[in-house]
């Protein structure tokens, strides 16, 4: 057993208002919900106002350099499968820098979860567009207006071959703590992409903007969450954004598809120094 406190660290720095707040607060209740120890996961955290989660969390963690995150974390989970790893990154952190390592670790599927808090803005460096922004977004970045099309986070993971992929909102917090809990539950690589308003830089995407523009899906029991064409057809309905899990079904993790791996994994391996060896090989650089 565990408690939400035991997953406590240092007081949060964000800014009061902030919907990362509610993201470690999930965080930690699933945690607990799920009886995890803080000794055994990593968090694994990048770079932005987002990566601050790594120093308000108990447990291992590795501060990643920006955009790197998911590298890392696949990393740890080869060394030791045993850990339970979660991943967390900014929109910018994991779709524009990382976005190449968020593709490849989809197709993987390594038994991780990835928690993104997206602000649709680069917080952390004071107010920059960001790949989740739409177009026409005025920053000081883009002061005439975002030209780019947005990334879209749910329909990018569903074309890559996610087997598991959720959407919360800050503003829900108890829906977004058993949405954590199923994607850590889930054996494979789960994102859970969330809706955390940045109440300094991004006046647009509120908290009341949210509320009137979501589309609840753990409210739809008619929602078929095993069907690709279902959540790709919600996914891309422009009026509402979808929340809850879009897409769960279970498909062979790295771990399964390369058992060799986990066999092998350093912490299996009788690391024991051989003086010998080492020794032998010294010598060929001598
Ligand atoms: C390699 C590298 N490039 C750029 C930066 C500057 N930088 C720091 S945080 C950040 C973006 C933060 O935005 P996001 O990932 O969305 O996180 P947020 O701060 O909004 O939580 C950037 C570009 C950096 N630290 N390292
Ligand atoms: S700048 Fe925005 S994202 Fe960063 S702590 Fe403040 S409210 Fe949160």
């Known amino acids: 057993m565990s408690l939400p406190t035991d997953f406590k660290r240092k007081k949060p720095l964000w800014c009061p208002g902030c919907g990362d707040y509610a993201i470690l607060n999930s965080l930690q209740k699933a945690s607990s919900d799920l ?14 106002c987002s990566g601050f989660l790594w120093s308000n969390y108990n447990s291992n963690s590795f501060k990643a350099i920006h955009g790197r995150v998911l590298p890392v974390a696949t990393g740890i989970k080869l060394a030791n499968p045993d850990l339970t790893v979660i991943g967390a990154s900014g929109d910018g952190d994991a779709y524009s820098i990382g976005g190449n390592h968020l593709i490849h670790t989809i197709r993987r599927n390594p038994n991780i979860t990835y928690i993104v808090m997206d602000n649709q803005v680069y917080g952390n460096t004071k107010g920059h567009t960001s790949p989740t922004a739409h177009v026409g977004f005025v920053t000081k970045s883009t002061p005439y207006g975002s030209g780019e099309q947005p990334v879209q986070p749910m329909t990018l993971a569903l074309a890559t071959g996610i087997s598991f992929v959720a959407q919360g909102f800050s503003g829900y917090p108890r829906q977004l703590a058993d949405l954590i809990r199923r ?19 991004n006046r647009e995407y509120t908290y009341d903007w949210f509320r009137e523009h979501l589309l609840n899906l753990d409210e739809d029991e008619s929602h078929d969450s095993e069907s690709r064409e279902e959540a790709f057809k919600i996914c891309t309905n422009d009026d509402r954004v979808p929340i809850g899990v879009v897409y769960a079904k279970e498909r062979a993790s790295y771990q399964d598809m390369l058992p060799n791996l986990s066999r092998t994994a350093i912490v299996r391996q009788d690391l024991k120094g ?11 650089f001598s």
């Open 183 to 201: 994607g850590i539950q889930h054996k494979g690589f789960a994102l859970i992409n969330v809706l955390s308003p940045c109440v300094v830089f």
């Open 35 to 48: 009886g995890l120890k803080p000794h055994r996961v990593v968090l694994v955290a990048g770079i932005g």
């Open 274 to 284: 051989d003086l010998a060896r080492l020794s032998r090989l010294l010598e060929g």
